[in-house]
T-cell receptor, first 113, second 110 residues
Framework: AAGVIQSPRHLIKEKRETATLKCYPI?????VYWYQQGPGQDPQFLIS???????DKGSIPDRFSAQQFSDYHSELNMSSLELGDSALYFC????????????FGSGTRLTVV | DAKTTQPPSMDCAEGRAANLPCNHS???????VYWYRQIHSQGPQYIIH???NNETNEMASLIITEDRKSSTLILPHATLRDTAVYYC???????????FGKGTRLHILP
């Protein structure tokens, strides 16, 4: 069965650089969620999209932005990277706004040096 | 403010049933109980959810007390691959976000 695809799997960036993370949801899933998980921490909700519109926003820094495209894939753009942005970034997708649970991707590990 | 309370860690012998408790004394009538787990550094995995009736699927069973103030996730025959952090979450079914709190780190002992 198709899963949520995230790319890249690993990314190393320097401070003050920009990074773009991509997420390809399961076909026919209309909702995408982004989470950030720092070392030893629980996943923190960043932002979500339903039918290509932003539907909810969590503790996402102003330096980050995201969007969902017409094919339902989503991108998380991070600018002016800081050391503290080093984390695992998970994308999840769901049908029916998560009523039946989310399916998470394998994540992108971002390391800022 | 945490909506659920779980023990920080638990041990279970391989092959035995793992019973993971969760308290959610302030749950609202339209909130469901969801369980997820996260195996080390992997994406969280949906396990099961329920409203007030007990639920069972191929992964686990969910037992919800009659007053809905607590629930128990049961893994009937735990294996080493069930070692993970288990999160109990309450949410309105079509609410947008899942908020992960402090889950239970389950260790399956050989």
């Amino acid at each position: 069965a198709a899963g949520v695809i995230q790319s890249p799997r690993h990314l190393i960036k320097e401070k003050r650089e920009t990074a773009t993370l991509k997420c390809y949801p399961i076909p026919r899933h209309d909702t995408v969620y982004w989470y950030q998980q720092g070392p030893g921490q629980d996943p923190q909700f960043l932002i979500s999209f339903y039918e290509k519109m932003q539907s909810d926003k969590g503790s996402i820094p102003d330096r980050f932005s995201a969007q969902q495209f017409s094919d339902y894939h989503s991108e998380l753009n991070m600018s002016s990277l800081e050391l503290g942005d080093s984390a695992l970034y998970f994308c999840a997708s769901s049908p029916d706004r998560g009523a039946w649970g989310y399916t998470f991707g394998s994540g992108t590990r971002l390391t800022v040096v | 403010d945490a909506k659920t309370t779980q023990p920080p860690s638990m041990d279970c012998a391989e092959g035995r049933a793992a019973n993971l408790p969760c308290n959610h004394s302030t749950i609202s009538g339209n909130e469901y109980v969801y369980w997820y787990r996260q195996i080390h550094s992997q994406g969280p995995q949906y396990i099961i959810h329920g409203l007030k009736n007990n639920e069972t699927n191929e992964m686990a069973s969910l037992i919800i007390t009659e007053d809905r103030k607590s629930s128990t996730l049961i893994l009937p025959h735990a294996t080493l691959r069930d070692t993970a952090v288990y999160y109990c979450i309450v949410r309105v079914r079509r609410d947008d976000k899942i908020i992960f709190g402090k889950g239970t780190r389950l260790h399956i002992l050989p």
